[in-house]
């Protein structure tokens, strides 16, 4: 599939399942503070150091690379 906007990826089934997998490998603990995360919706992957736009969202090697992902808490996402 192929997607046309950042927010159409991030609604998208095959980022819930990336998401999951993410937080099922690394445990749901910020990954810049190191505090566990206990509320699952305030749960943020950061896509870092390369961030996902628009423009980059097809490319896997970004969007769903897990060497390109952080776990992080609200407070540490939105400082990012």
């Given at each position: 599939m192929k997607f046309?906007?950042?927010k159409q990826f991030l609604n998208?089934?095959?980022w819930q399942v990336f998401r999951q997998q993410i937080i099922s490998e690394r445990?749901?603990?910020c990954e810049y503070c190191r505090k566990?995360?206990?509320?699952?919706k305030h749960i943020q992957?950061?896509?870092?150091?390369?961030?996902l736009t628009d423009s980059n969202v097809n490319d896997?090697?970004?969007s769903l690379n897990p060497e390109n992902v952080k776990i992080a808490c609200l407070r540490?996402?939105?400082?990012q």
């Open positions: 046309i906007s950042k998208s089934d095959v445990e749901p603990k566990t995360i206990v509320i699952s992957i950061h896509h870092t150091p390369i961030e896997v090697a970004i540490c996402h939105n400082k």
